[in-house]
């Protein structure tokens, strides 16, 4: 059913309210020091016995369920990996699985049980920006850590979340640097209708004029929205040099087969999209999808020996037909990086593992990263993929080594009215 409908209108109407009460509760009774963060009292850790708790969050259900699972597989894989080699501080890995059920109030609630009801050392997960903003302040007035693994629009940071997925500078502008580089010089945009797509062409938007080039239209639809004839009609009437697509879950599987309805192709006019890994490229079908390009990180085609030693472990686990893509990278690395921390600090308290954090690597199987303890971002080497028939994306460019991050893009003068 689509997003657009009445009930589901509704769903999201009274969802929004849910989550506006969320926080407005996640806040009440909450003291915060000149940073803004929060005074009360860190949540308890259970320590107690041979194992040591960590929470998963991830949409097992609903219209992120494309994306996520697979996210929550690969934690596991990650989990399972740790313990085999004597687990952390010498306490195995107890992994606590909730479904934020693709619903933003409910990421809130459970994120809430997560800390308060099984006293996890840390969580894992959460995919949208509006997952993330909807757990924030549960996380920061519980003094509890959340690793957070997927690409976001950049412009925040928080004491008490490590962004192990890409920042702005280290996907979006690699990306229109690309596009620029390669002639394109005007955008259509097309995205889901919430704060990480409006937000990132927001930032597309100042990119481009300050690049010379033009935006051609901006549309946006509800996520889980399967009605985008009316869109691609728009984008090939716009007859703009690529598209930049920043359409979240299985919108991206109607919006391509109508793309191609349209008679749009990779070759008369290409998209770039920053949400499309090789699990929705398998989802969405390759005849939709082939000579498209995508903005990542990571892709199952990485050369390195670990990246072959994760592919493998991954496909033993849940099956050879499995591919793996950037954000379930993002989130197996992530879980490895909270292990050193907590190894370097010799506590799983999250005050002593965030002092630890800094300079922290990790042989990912993106290639070698390093945790920033200022920001608590990681270091990112940048990739341009295309999608080819046998569903796989194979790299047509990366920045060279890893991009440090830059979540409020600092170092760009035409980003300085942004933050």
Known sequence: MSSGSPILRRRFLAGGAALAAVVVLSACGAKTDAAGTSSDKAAKIDVSGDTVKVGLLNSLSGTMAISEVTVRNSLLLAIDEINASGGVLGKKIKPISEDGASDWPTFAEKAAKLIKEDEVAATF???????????????????????????????????????????????????????????????????????????????????????????????????????????????????????????????????????????????????????????EVKSIGSQYLAGQLTAWNYYQTTPGAANEKFVAAYKAKYGEDKPTSDPMEAAYTSVHLWAAMVEKAKSFDPEKVKAASDGITFDAPEGKVTVDGATQHISKTARIGKIGTDGLITEVWNSGKPVEPDPFLKGYSWAADLS
Do not use: H
């Open 125 to 279: 997960g959460c995919w949208t920006s509006a997952s993330r903003k909807a757990v924030k302040p549960v996380f920061e007035k519980n003094r509890s850590l959340l690793f957070y693994p997927v690409q976001y629009e950049g412009l925040e940071q928080s004491p008490y979340i490590f962004y192990t997925g890409a920042t702005t500078n280290q996907q979006i502008v690699p990306a229109l640097d690309y596009l620029k580089s390669q002639g394109k010089k005007s955008l259509y945009l097309v995205g889901s209708d919430y704060v990480f797509p409006r937000t990132a062409n927001k930032e597309i938007t100042a990119y481009a004029k300050a690049n010379g080039m033009t935006i051609l239209g901006e549309d946006y639809a509800p996520l889980g929205s399967t009605e985008f004839s009316t869109i691609a009609n728009k984008v090939k009437a716009s007859k703009a040099d690529a598209v930049f697509n920043t359409l979240n879950g299985d919108s991206n599987v109607a919006f391509f087969k109508e793309y191609k309805s349209a008679g749009l192709s990779a070759k008369t006019m290409p998209v770039v999209s920053v949400s499309i890994a090789e699990e």
